[in-house]
């Protein structure tokens, strides 16, 4: 953590993440729609407690996959 306090919003959608392990648009849960979801994800990747990589799915797109920083 970077020293950042986060919000509500972003302790609960971190939680979740971390529940989960991953994140990535259209993996089946979001918060509040998946744009939304995206626009928490990458404050999470701000303040330090979320990481994201690129994975090419099956159909050879590239998506962003959101993981917790351990």
Not at 6 to 31: D, E, F, I, N, P
Not at 44 to 64: F, H, N, P, Q, W
């Amino acid at each position: 953590m970077t020293g950042k306090k986060l919000g509500k919003v972003q302790s609960a959608v971190l939680a979740a993440l971390r529940s989960h392990g991953y994140w990535s648009m259209g993996c089946g849960w979001h918060w509040g729609g998946w744009r939304n979801t995206e626009r928490v994800m990458e404050s999470l990747v701000r303040a330090g407690v979320a990481t994201i990589t690129i994975v090419t799915c099956s159909d050879l797109r590239e998506r962003k996959t959101y993981r917790p920083v351990p």
